[in-house]
């Protein structure tokens, strides 16, 4: 591999990287109520991981 990455592909990378971090935690709330204990994984926009799924980037 090479030693620096092209702008457009790290733009594209830093990109997926966003979409499959957890949500905010007070989304949980917001969404399920108070009482409901839920991962904030569960309503991330992407579920993607590096093992499973390529992001063609």
Same mark, same amino acid.
């Given at each position: 591999m090479t030693r620096n990455i092209h702008p457009a592909k790290k733009g594209r990378l830093a990109k997926k990287r966003k979409? +499959?971090?957890?949500a905010p935690f007070w +989304?949980?709330?917001k969404i399920? &109520?108070? &009482? =409901?204990?839920?991962?904030p &994984?569960?309503? +991330? @926009? @992407?579920k993607r991981s590096w093992? =499973? +799924?390529?992001?063609?980037?």
């Open positions: 979409q +499959t971090r957890w +989304t949980v709330p399920y &109520g108070k &009482g =409901r204990k839920v991962h &994984g569960r309503h +991330t @926009i @992407i093992r =499973r +799924t390529k992001t063609k980037a």
